[in-house]
């Protein structure tokens, strides 16, 4: 595949242009992908792909939104945002011949895909386990995964154009803010792309995978506070992430493993 090329447009004039599905439906042969629809407006791209699996295959299908009323994040959280100024996006991803202990790597690797595309771009995105594309402090992007077997639904947020006044969370930042305009039908063609590759290696267990998510990511190395529910918590330093994708804590000697459906909030210690 021919990688796309980036359109800029000025920053006093920031693009909401619509997605083209005619151009995104002819990189799929490139990709692992066989299907992508794009509706104008719902509540959950994650929701409705999930709907969708009760009567039809949903293995290799993309579902974008130019407008998610009610988008969530993990534990429920919900959070919206302004017509065409993110990409709201959900793949069904086939689990088939991967062991279930391997699919907790599908948020990492996604959150991956999307930290490689925005570097280079020239932004220096890192990895907050398990499901947060960070800019220095800033989410650019969140990611949940959610299990609608065989298949799991990954879906993903990035904040193409917010404004600052625009912001669904004020710890959130977006690429217009770092001074970076794009067109999102390209840089969701880029993000198919780097998601079919991860894909592919994911299934193939490829160990560079977890070496590459090690090099961008924020929690490895720091202080961490694992909150868990009932407001238990283990406090240590994160050492690594395991082939599961659950991360590794050096609590006081003793290495604890967390999965990210075991935590409330991971937060610095």
């Known amino acids: 595949m021919t990688e796309p090329q980036l359109r800029r447009t000025t920053l006093n004039a920031v693009d909401r242009s619509p997605l083209d599905v005619d151009a995104l439906r002819a990189v799929l042969p490139a990709t692992e992908f066989r299907r992508v629809d794009v509706v104008s407006e719902t509540g959950s791209t994650n ?17 974008l939104a130019e407008h ?8 429920g959280r919900s959070w919206s945002a302004p017509a065409r ?26 959150g991956l895909a999307v930290a490689h595309t925005v570097r280079d771009l020239g932004i220096d995105a890192g990895l907050k386990w398990p ?20 298949v799991i639904v990954v879906g993903l947020g990035l904040n193409v154009s ?6 669904p969370d004020p710890n959130a930042v977006s690429l217009s803010m770092l001074g970076h305009d794009v067109d999102r039908t390209m ?20 160990s560079t995978l977890a070496a590459d998510y090690r090099e961008v990511s924020t929690t490895i190395g720091t202080r961490v506070r694992a909150i868990l529910p009932g407001d238990a918590e283990i406090v240590g330093t994160a050492t690594g992430i395991d082939d599961g994708g659950r991360l590794l804590i050096d609590d006081a000697g003793t290495t604890v493993t967390v999965s990210a459906g075991d935590i409330t909030h991971l937060r610095p210690a």
């Open 187 to 206: 840089l969701t063609a880029l993000l198919l792309a780097a998601l079919s590759d991860g894909l592919a290696r994911w299934r193939t267990s490829d």
């Open 131 to 150: 499901n947060d594309v960070l800019v220095g402090t800033g989410k650019l992007a969140g990611i949940l995964a959610e299990v609608a077997a065989p």
């Open 47 to 63: 929701a409705d792909l999930i709907a969708r699996a009760a009567g039809e295959d949903i293995a290799g299908a993309v579902l």
């Open 68 to 75: 998610q009323s009610a988008g969530r994040g993990r534990h």
């Open 85 to 110: 100024s993110q990409i709201s996006m959900s793949l069904g991803v086939d689990t088939s011949g991967v062991a279930p202990d391997a699919w907790g790597w599908l948020p990492l690797l996604t």
């Open 162 to 167: 917010l404004t600052e006044d625009e912001l």
